[in-house]
């Protein structure tokens, strides 16, 4: 019989060592039928702990490549990877708390990275630090329907670009918590299973700070 009546049959080439997904007649089943849903993840950023103990929403970034065309004589013009990669933004919800500590975690942050009313260094009493302290790393953790940690998102060299504002208002009758946000632009992204820890070390990772 011919393979013309197979679907997926015949394919194209892909490349020495690439398989050709096309010639896989079998579908394979996945390993879970659950499915990740929004409130599934913990977000772990070591500089800003009461914030994250706060931490209503994480936007997560996009992430794309961009691609390079080769000129040719015919109409159809072919791409091939040869651009840089692109990170959009990191951007997180939080609950302001009535000291609103986590609130000013982030805006001293953000004005210790440049000269906001001074020009002098942190070392000679100013207030903005040296460029290596800029940075902080920081991590979702992602959860399985048990709650436990299973996958981590890992950002590195994550800079404050923004601190969202909000608006105190005298007419609602109702006590409506105040929410903030915060954007932050980052180096890399990396996506790695959750490492093999003891019970005892995983759940530090849950334990808000000390108030």
């Not at 896989?24 to 994250?52: A, C, E, H, W």
């Not at 959860?143 to 998102?153: D, G, H, R, V, Y």
């Not at 990772?205 to 108030?211: N, V």
Request: net charge negative.
């Amino acid at each position: 019989m011919s393979s013309t009546f197979f679907p997926g049959a015949s394919g194209g080439y892909t490349g020495p060592g690439i398989p050709d997904v096309t010639r896989s007649n079998p579908i394979k089943q996945p390993d879970t039928n659950n499915f990740l849903n929004t409130n599934y993840f913990k977000l772990v950023f070591g500089r800003l702990p009461t914030m994250t103990y706060m931490c209503q929403s994480v936007s997560m970034p996009s992430f794309s490549l961009g691609s390079v065309e080769v000129p040719n004589t015919l109409g159809v013009v072919p791409h091939l990877a040869g651009s840089r990669y692109t990170f959009g933004d990191l951007s997180v919800q939080f609950l302001i708390d009535e000291k609103m500590d986590n609130w000013v975690e982030m805006f001293n942050w953000m004005v210790s990275i440049a000269n906001y009313e001074s020009d002098v260094p942190k070392r000679k009493g100013g207030e903005y630090i040296d460029p290596r302290d800029h940075h902080s790393d920081a991590r979702i953790l992602v959860t399985n329907s048990a709650f436990q940690p299973k996958k981590e998102i890992i950002f590195q060299d994550v800079l404050p670009i923004s601190l969202g504002g909000w608006e105190f208002n005298s007419v609602d009758s109702d006590s409506t918590p105040v929410l903030g946000s915060a954007t932050f632009t980052f180096t890399s992204m990396r996506v790695v299973d959750f490492p093999s820890q003891s019970p005892g070390n995983i759940v530090d990772l849950y334990t808000p700070p000390d108030r």
